[in-house]
């Protein structure tokens, strides 16, 4: 019943704030800067409040000097560390030659030469395709999709072609060089076009990864290991972190394994899921866990999507007892139903509550109704007290 | 004689105030005329002959064009208006500038037929028969939108229009799709199929052209170049051939003056003869501009000089376009274009007040539409 009127009262006062078309007020501590401020860039102008508040991470000192930056900057940083270190490194999709839409190339193709970082026509079955053939030649493709939302096209490339290469030459040829990168995720307002988050359409395929980071450091570190690996990689850049999210990164190259979760914070009742936004949306649920109901969350940011890291979450949930995993991406299908179904395998007997799924719902990213649609900290709040009261 | 008399009044009148009993006198004299105008030839491409290089523009077309044009002029700019004022959120692109592509593609076809276009589709929804605040009100999710607010700026439609689609080049095999709909139910309707210059190399419009051809399809494939491409200016680097109405290879082509709007609606009469007569599809390449960025995140002078603009604006916008035949054969009367600007704003004004005071979709409606469960 409490749950009920909570969840009710949640509702009402997302609704509330959604008629007044205000979100200020008891949330303004949540204020964000958006991505492309509608000024123009360096206008100061702050958008509503986020769904999430970023938290940085504490300053990472083994890489050598650090300095800020948001996490488009950071991205940058790693491909001029890439260009700069690999001669057969090519950058290349819509719109990267005078900075890219979301600034992740600027000053490259300055730096570089137009031959190293180059624009494609609209074309993204073409450029994936095209990068393939790159790739399988040995040198370095970074393909750039404007919007993962427009990668369908390319699906047949990266199914069909990419993650089959090794395979079916047996090992003879393959595109392991190649790395897709695609801005991903909700973003306030971007509708049916504009945030969606595909990564469960890829985890499907066998012969790729995928990769998607919640910071810029995890970012950079991340990014260049999948520039690295020797497999083709898709690297999906939370666009609403690109201004939002602001840490201080080493300014020389470092990588971060993939395939490895990262236990961000240690608890032990509940284990919480998520990857990219979503790890700072469970991150103030496991405070407001703590404060409200006193329970103690783990928390793991999943990192690489596919292969994923199957020991540390079990691992975990054999502690625990209860797992919640957290996607923006649709239910139905969603990623969060795979882990589900392989922890409940593993862990059945550890198992206190039913592994709980908080994701978007089974429509098409809505225009009007993102507010309602995300899977926001009081949906997973109200998913976690259930498990705690099963 | 009758002629003499009107350019003496108008000669007398012209620059003085007039009060409203002359204004009726000057109606009935000189403005009931229609006007003979030139157009610019279209370059052609396998074809033996194209549209004509004069047209008759009656009065009453006159003042419908302009209307039509000044309202999609007003309704961008108050569309730009309220997303700086965020009552508009997320991707909005505006046509402004384009207005002679929309109103006169609408001229060369009949309602009957069909269209269907890419994202920038506000001035399309409004000569297709979407009221202004339908439009509006779908820009600021209001559940009086034409897609009852769930679509947004990239999503409208209306009756024998299939949007208003987000996906660059997606709309062009639909087209084909709607064009052999058309030839299958035996009608004489056409499909008119709208995309950009960036569009054109998108795989999926090479196969269209392929199915259209094969099939003979009545599919008029009408490509409005701006010569940009999102951000990046339209170069060699997009693309070897940008002669988009010879793209088609073994499909014929016209390239017209996209902002003068007889010469788009006597381009768009001919390929919907041109398709009606089941000679398969055509391509009309229509060179026009867009005078704002590619959306409301695009300045839209990083890879274009705000001179160029204002070149564009002063001397080829295709209102003044318009209004310019009709005063060179000096037909025009002044007081009607404003009587017209004041309604226009009128309208555009209560569209904008409407949208931004009607409620939102009710919650229920998230999970509305997804699939249905009715029974044929």
């Known amino acids: ?390 | 004689m009758r002629k003499m008399l009107a350019s003496l009044v108008s000669h007398v009148f012209s620059g003085v105030n007039q009060k409203p009993a002359m204004r009726g006198l000057l109606a009935s004299l000189n403005f009931s005329n229609d006007t003979t105008c030139d157009i610019t030839k279209c370059d052609l491409y396998r074809l033996e002959e194209g549209p004509p290089t004069s047209t008759v523009l009656t009065r009453e077309e006159a003042l419908k064009y302009y209307r039509a044009m000044q309202v999609i002029r007003r309704m961008e700019l108050k569309a730009d208006q309220m997303y700086k004022q965020k009552f508009i959120r997320g991707f909005c692109h505006l046509c402004d500038g384009q207005e002679a592509c929309s109103v006169g593609l609408e001229a060369g076809i009949r309602p009957s037929d069909h269209i269907i276009t890419s994202y920038r589709a506000h001035g399309l929804c409004y000569t297709r028969g979407l009221p202004v605040r339908s439009i509006l009100a779908e820009l600021t999710g209001r559940r009086g939108g034409c897609a009852k607010g769930k679509g947004g700026s990239m999503h409208m439609y209306a009756k024998n229009f299939y949007g208003g689609n987000g996906i660059v080049g997606a709309q062009v095999p639909l087209g084909a799709g709607v064009a052999f709909a058309c030839t299958y139910l035996g009608n004489t309707e056409i499909c008119l199929t709208v995309y950009g210059d960036g569009a054109a190399n998108q795989g999926q419009v090479a196969e269209a052209y392929n199915l259209s051809a094969l099939w003979k399809l009545p599919c008029s494939l009408s490509s409005e170049r701006i010569a940009t491409t999102q951000w990046a200016r339209l170069s060699r680097e997009q693309q070897p051939n940008t002669d988009y109405h010879k793209r088609g290879n073994f499909i014929p082509g016209r390239k017209a003056n996209g902002m003068d709007i007889l010469c788009v609606r006597e381009a768009t009469k001919f390929a919907a003869h041109y398709c009606r007569s089941g000679k398969g599809p055509i391509l009309l390449e229509l060179q026009t501009y867009r005078y704002h960025g590619h959306s409301k995140s695009d300045p839209g002078i990083s890879y274009r000089t705000r001179e160029e603009v204002q070149s564009m604006r002063s001397k080829s916008d295709p209102i003044m376009l318009l209004q310019e035949r009709r005063r060179n054969s000096n037909r025009s009367n002044v007081e009607e274009w404003k009587e017209i600007d004041a309604d226009g704003k009128k309208e555009i004004e209560e569209a904008a007040q409407f949208a931004t005071t009607d409620p939102e979709p009710a919650l229920e409606e998230l999970a509305n539409y997804s699939c249905t469960t009715k029974k044929k």
């Open chain 1, 1 to 390: 019943m409490a749950a009920v009127a909570s969840r009710t009262a949640g509702l009402l006062r997302l609704r509330a704030a959604g008629a007044e078309r205000r979100w200020c007020g008891p949330r303004c501590a949540g204020l964000v800067q958006g991505f492309l401020p509608p000024g123009g860039e360096g206008a100061a102008q702050k958008r509503r409040v986020a769904h999430f508040t970023f938290q940085p991470d504490p300053e990472s000192l083994q890489y050598g000097q650090t300095q800020k930056m948001n996490l488009f900057q950071s991205i940058t940083s790693a491909l001029d560390n890439s260009l700069a270190k690999d001669p057969t490194a090519v950058i290349f999709g819509e719109d990267v030659a005078f900075g890219g839409v979301f600034r992740c190339t600027v000053g490259l193709r300055d730096k570089y030469g137009k031959d190293r970082v180059f624009n494609t026509p609209l074309c993204e079955q073409g450029i994936v395709g095209f990068g393939i053939g790159i790739a399988v030649t040995g040198a370095t493709a970074i393909a750039e999709i404007q919007f993962a939302d427009y990668i369908f096209p390319a699906f047949d490339q990266i199914v069909n072609e990419a993650a089959k290469y090794r395979y079916r030459s047996g090992d003879l040829f393959n595109c392991g060089s190649l790395t897709i990168r695609a801005p991903w995720g909700c973003v306030g307002h971007g509708a049916l076009y504009h945030s969606q988050s595909p990564e469960a359409f890829f985890a499907h395929c066998p012969g790729i990864k995928v990769v998607i980071p919640r910071s810029p450091f995890q970012a950079k570190g991340l990014l260049l290991s999948c520039i690295e690996d020797k497999n083709p990689c898709i690297f999906f850049e939370p666009k609403i972190l690109y201004r939002a999210a602001v840490e201080q990164v080493p300014v020389e190259p470092y990588k971060i394994p993939l395939s490895q979760a990262e236990v961000i914070q240690e608890g032990s009742d509940v284990t919480l899921v998520a990857w990219g936004t979503q790890v700072h949306v469970i991150r103030e649920v496991a405070s407001m866990a703590r404060e409200k109901l006193g329970v103690s969350c783990e928390i793991i940011d999943l990192r690489t999507i596919v292969p994923w890291d199957v020991d540390t979450v079990c691992k975990s949930v054999v502690k625990t007892g209860r797992l919640l995993i957290s996607h923006e991406a649709p239910l139905t299908g969603g990623f969060a139903s795979e882990i589900s179904s392989t922890v409940q395998e593993e862990c059945f007997l550890n198992l206190e509550a039913p592994i709980s799924r908080v994701c978007g719902y089974d429509t098409p990213f809505p225009h009007i109704f993102e507010p309602f649609y995300i899977p926001d900290k009081w949906k997973c709040y109200d998913a976690l007290r259930k498990m705690i009261n099963y």
